[in-house]
Every structure is written in structure tokens, then in C-alpha cells.
């Protein structure tokens, strides 16, 4: 089994309309939405939800008001200002404690310097995670709560599903929509990896991204092709974007047309290679191609090092 990573370095490059694509062409795959702060192939691929599991990615404090005695101790310590205190109802003492869940970043210091041992710690519900059926095969997402966080943990959740479902439904690939940006979800993302492909554009922006995250795969030593996505909008900084590739020793596996034709098949909840058999449709399934002659190279190892 190989796993294909497509991550963007930054969002609306064209990253998941290419993923979407991939998935309609790929015959034995395992889909894992990695972008679990604001998934979207859902909205391509329709899945029907089989399994959904609540995820807990730390744990969060709470006081246990008939052991409190309402020193503020813990307001004093905690550097979020999750405690909070209010006037107690008439005939109890003067305060009431409260920790804010929101806040609380479960550290564990309030707990440690509460005198009564008033202050308990139970697993927080950071969000959900679901195994669906799609038209192109099982699919394994997530749902990351709002203005949570651990994201890290959940990709690595999804992929450790995703590689499951494959090994159990004998499919030989797992096709991972990658976090954006370049910080812990999308090392999640990438770590381990057969292969990554950088979807990029012809913006300054879009080779600023690719520089960043073109750095992280080399450090985590995961072989890296590039895609330049709309490069028709630029063909100068398309041209500078292949010099940087070629002195970076990365190959371009593709480049992809603008066309509008992208956005109508997002809006009839397509893939660009179901809804046109033409134009940017050639583009992606020769892209489709090189990617997976990269892949079902012998020099690409599990490590995704090249040899
Ligand atoms: S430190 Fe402990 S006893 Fe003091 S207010 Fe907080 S929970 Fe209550
Ligand atoms: S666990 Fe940490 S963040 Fe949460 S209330 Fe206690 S001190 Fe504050």
C-alpha cells in the first residue's frame, strides 16, 4: 500500500478540485480528508457517513464545588483566564469558581496549587471523526469543533483510520487531502508519506508557499513533485516557478489550465474529469499519470525517500 499526500502550502490554489479529480480516477483507493479545519471534498464526493466517533484530544479541567472553598488560587495561576469567579447565591459563601471549557487549555496548573484538590480532569470532545462510502470509494474525514484545537492529533487519527480501512478493504492506496499552511496538521499530513505533490499557482504568494512547504517535505525526507495549478494567469512566474523546482531538484509533474470549467463542475458537486471529457480534463489525467508513475516507481520506498 502507498500513501499520496496533495497539500498546497496555502488555501485556494485548486488543491482539493485536484484531489476530488484524483479520486474519481484512482481505481483502489482509500480517501482521507486531512484538512480537518475546514474539509471540503465532502462537498464534492456526497459521502454517506457509515461509522462517526467523537474525538477527544486532551482533557479539560473543571472544580468540583463542594470541595472548593473558593481561595481564587486557581484564577491567580491560570495564564488563559478560563477561571472566572461570581458572587455565590445568597446563603453559600462569597464566590463560586468556574473554569471556562473554551479557555481551558487543560495544563494542569490550577490543579496542582489548588490546597483542597477541588479540580478534576475528564477528556474534552474536540470534535468528531466518521468512515463514509463514496462513489469513489470509502472515505475517512473529520470534523474539528469550533475554535478548538489538537487538529495535529486528529490528521494523524484520520490517516491511522485510513490506512486500516485499506489494509481491511485490500485497497492499495491511500489519497490524503493535506492540511493547509505548514504547521503541525499539515506535518500530520505529510510525515510518513510515500509521496507528496505540491499543488501550486503562478502568484508571488503561491512560490513564496511552495518555498515553505517544498522545505518541510525535503526535512521530513518525503519525495515531492509539483503541480502549477491555472498556469496560464502567469506563464512568466509558471516559468520561474519550474527554475525554482529544477534548483531544488523537485520535478514538475504537471501543469493545469485556468478554466471556468472547474468551478461548474464544483457546483454540480463533480469531479472536473466526471463533468468534462476535454481542455483542463486532458491536463489533470496527464497529471494523474505522472503522479502515479512517481509513485509505482521501485525508488520510491516506504519512507518516501528516493534511492
Ligand atoms: S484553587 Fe481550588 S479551592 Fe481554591 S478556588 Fe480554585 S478550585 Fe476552589
Ligand atoms: S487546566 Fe490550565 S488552562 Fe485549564 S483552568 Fe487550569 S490552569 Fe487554566
Not at 490528521?155 to 505548514?182: C, F, H, M, W
Not at 454540480?268 to 505522472?290: H, K, P
Request: some cysteine.
Amino acid at each position: 500500500m502507498k500513501e499520496l499526500v496533495i497539500i498546497s502550502g496555502k488555501g485556494g490554489t485548486g488543491k482539493t478540485s485536484i484531489v476530488a479529480a484524483f479520486a474519481t480516477l484512482a481505481e483502489n483507493a482509500v480517501l482521507a480528508d486531512c484538512d480537518v479545519d475546514a474539509a471540503d471534498l465532502h462537498l464534492v464526493l456526497d459521502p454517506t457517513i457509515v461509522k462517526r466517533e467523537t474525538f477527544s484530544g486532551g482533557s479539560q479541567a473543571r472544580i468540583m464545588p463542594e470541595r472548593c472553598t473558593a481561595c481564587g488560587k486557581c484564577a491567580e495561576v491560570c495564564r488563559f483566564d478560563a477561571v472566572s469567579s461570581r458572587e455565590a447565591d445568597e446563603g453559600q459563601r462569597e464566590k463560586a469558581y468556574r473554569i471556562d471549557p473554551i479557555a481551558c487549555e487543560g495544563c494542569g496548573v490550577c490543579a496542582w496549587f489548588c490546597p483542597e484538590e477541588a479540580i478534576e480532569f475528564a477528556p474534552a470532545i474536540n470534535g468528531e471523526w466518521f468512515v463514509s462510502e463514496t462513489r469513489a470509494g470509502p472515505m475517512v474525514h473529520a470534523k474539528l469543533g469550533i475554535a478548538e484545537e489538537n487538529s495535529g492529533k486528529l490528521v494523524s487519527l484520520v490517516r491511522e483510520r485510513a490506512r486500516e480501512t485499506a489494509k481491511s478493504r485490500a485497497r492499495d492506496l491511500v489519497l490524503i487531502d493535506g492540511s493547509p499552511g505548514i504547521g503541525c496538521p499539515v506535518i500530520a499530513s505529510i510525515t510518513g508519506a510515500d509521496l507528496a505533490l505540491v499543488v501550486t499557482e503562478p502568484t508571488l504568494s503561491g512560490r513564496h508557499d511552495l518555498e515553505r512547504v517544498s522545505d518541510l517535505t525535503r526535512h521530513f525526507r518525503v519525495e515531492t513533485l509539483i503541480c502549477i495549478n491555472k498556469w496560464d494567469i502567469n506563464e512568466n512566474l509558471t516559468l520561474n516557478i519550474e527554475a525554482l523546482a529544477r534548483r531544488r531538484g523537485l520535478k514538475v509533474a504537471g501543469r493545469v489550465r485556468y478554466d471556468r470549467a472547474i468551478t461548474e463542475a464544483q457546483i454540480r458537486m463533480q469531479s472536473i474529469t466526471e463533468y468534462a471529457t476535454d481542455g483542463v480534463t486532458a491536463d489533470v489525467r496527464q497529471l494523474w499519470a505522472n503522479v502515479l508513475e512517481t509513485l509505482r516507481s521501485p525508488n520510491v520506498t516506504a519512507t518516501g525517500t528516493t534511492n
